[in-house]
């Protein structure tokens, strides 16, 4: 088992940037991890995601371009930096942990672990 804690949310104007972090308890190079969001009456969604190695990633095409998924193994860390945001990224920002994967999966229900969310405001 895995606990996750993220770290790094804000507020932040519209064009601006924010990296957030989600550091795991445990050996996390035995999981894929993924940044899901959830914004105020709506379901949680996929942003990013990212193999245990780090060598495949994938993005939610309404972040391609802005947002980058990083995974440390040896300090058991992985960020998402988040560049030029917009006023409808603003969400509650959460990190997800999967096992037995080989690749990561866009859906929520791939995961096994997730942290308490971190909140991103974007101000226009």
């Known amino acids: 088992q895995v606990q996750l804690v993220e770290s790094g949310g804000g507020l932040v104007q519209a064009g601006g940037s924010l990296r957030l972090s989600c550091a795991a308890s445990?050996?996390?190079?035995?999981?894929?991890m993924g940044w899901f969001r959830q914004a105020p009456g709506k379901e949680r969604e996929f942003v990013a995601a990212?193999?245990?190695?780090?060598?495949?990633?994938y993005y939610t095409d309404s972040v391609k371009g802005r947002f980058t998924i990083y995974r440390d193994n040896a300090k058991n860390t992985v960020a998402l930096q988040m560049n030029s945001l917009k006023p409808e990224d603003t969400a509650v920002y959460y990190c997800?942990?999967?096992?037995?994967?080989?690749?990561?999966?866009?859906?929520?229900?791939?995961?096994?672990?997730w942290g308490q969310g971190t909140q991103v405001t974007v101000s226009s």
């Open positions: 445990g050996r996390s190079s035995i999981y894929v």
């Open positions: 997800a942990a999967g096992q037995g994967q080989l690749l990561p999966s866009q859906d929520r229900r791939g995961y096994d672990y």
């Open positions: 990212t193999s245990r190695s780090g060598e495949t990633t």
